[in-house]
T-cell receptor, first 110, second 114 residues
Framework: AQRVTQPEKLLSVFKGAPVELKCNYS??????LFWYVQYSRQRLQLLLR??SRESIKGFTADLNKGETSFHLKKPFAQEEDSAMYYC????????????FGTGTRLKVLA | EAGVAQSPRYKIIEKRQSVAFWCNPI?????LYWYQQILGQGPKLLIQ????????DSQLPKDRFSAERLKGVDSTLKIQPAKLEDSAVYLC????????????FGPGTRLTVL
């Protein structure tokens, strides 16, 4: 079954410390993986996608097919990074649709 | 550019009552999605429209939930009758046709069923 697992509900780090939000997936075939972010009082929005191999707001994520992981990383956390982060994959068998993880709340402490 | 609009933002009803949510997608977006997000979980797709046709409603509890997008623009999601477990945030999203990757989400409607 297709599944996205985010093992941490809450991750607290100090400002300037490195951040790694974990995401593991279960999917048969070639997955397309994404990170979405929801800042306080704002809408859910796309942060980055693995096929773009881009860095957004200092965040990067590498797809590791061997470990079936897509962890989100940032070398130096900033207070404005505090938000809810969701890992998601696109289910491409039949209808294309998102499958979201349960989310990790990142708190960056001053 | 105006974003996805949803109303109401909050709704409190008693179980067995009916409720309806409205969504207005971004202009020009042919694809519209309704998600249910229960507290502590990620969004779960309920139904996906392409223009006014249903593409996927495999996770929609059809005994009590219904949705329509009659003119291919606005959409309504209805629950009748509501159960306690329907308490959740209902998110509407839209995208350009064929661009499932890039969905734009509305602010959501928080439903509390007492």
């Amino acid at each position: 079954a297709q599944r996205v697992t985010q093992p941490e509900k809450l991750l607290s780090v100090f400002k300037g410390a490195p951040v790694e939000l974990k995401c593991n997936y279960s999917y048969s075939g070639s997955p397309e993986l994404f990170w979405y972010v929801q800042y306080s009082r704002q809408r859910l929005q796309l942060l980055l996608r693995h096929i773009s191999r881009e860095s957004i707001k200092g965040f990067t994520a590498d797809l590791n097919k061997g470990e079936t992981s897509f962890h989100l990383k940032k070398p130096f956390a900033q207070e404005e990074d505090s938000a809810m982060y969701y890992c998601a994959l696109i289910h491409t068998s039949g209808t294309y649709k998102y499958i979201f993880g349960t989310g990790t709340r990142l708190k960056v402490l001053a | 550019e105006a974003g996805v609009a949803q109303s109401p933002r909050y709704k409190i009803i008693e179980k067995r009552q009916s409720v309806a949510f409205w969504c207005n997608p971004i202009s020009g977006h042919a694809t519209l999605y309704w998600y249910q997000q229960i507290l502590g979980q990620g969004p779960k797709l309920l139904i996906q429209f392409q223009n006014n046709g249903v593409v996927d409603d495999s996770q929609l509890p059809k005994d009590r939930f219904s949705a329509e997008r009659l003119k291919g623009v606005d959409s309504t999601l209805k629950i009748q009758p509501a159960k306690l477990e329907d308490s959740a945030v209902y998110l509407c999203a839209s995208s350009l046709a064929g661009d499932v990757d890039t969905q734009y989400f509305g602010p959501g409607t928080r439903l509390t069923v007492l």
